[in-house]
């Protein structure tokens, strides 16, 4: 599956962006797809999961602030962040789901075998 994000961009402290990721190549709806991010000199880390029935699941650091969530007709999925902190400053990836129907979501990057180039988020102080 192809995958291409946008969206990114530069914003002020609790500002908000929406993330978008357009897939293509296979059936959308199938798949857990989910947004990670990495900041310079860090590791990929998991932001946001929405499995193929519907659940969800955050990381702890973006609970309550950040929403994923789909359009299985347009193949898209979306990344809603909302009173952002500069500490979400990162490239923000989307991912698929090697495997169909995967239960319970994945996490880990090796979960996903199908990734996005990335958009970049800065969040100024």
Known sequence: VQLQASGGGLVQAGGS?????AASGRTFSRY?????RQA????REFVAGLSW???TGYADSVKGRFTISRDNAKNTVYLQ???LKPEDTAVYYCAADAVPYRVPLG??????????RGT?????S
């Open 81 to 83: 962040m909302n009173s």
């Open 53 to 55: 029935s519907g659940s």
């Open 107 to 116: 996490t880990m990057p090796a979960d996903f075998g199908s990734w996005g």
């Open 120 to 124: 970049l988020v800065t969040v100024s």
């Open 40 to 43: 310079p000199g860090k590791e």
């Open 17 to 21: 962006l929406r993330l978008s990721c």
């Open 32 to 36: 857990v797809m989910g947004w990670f």
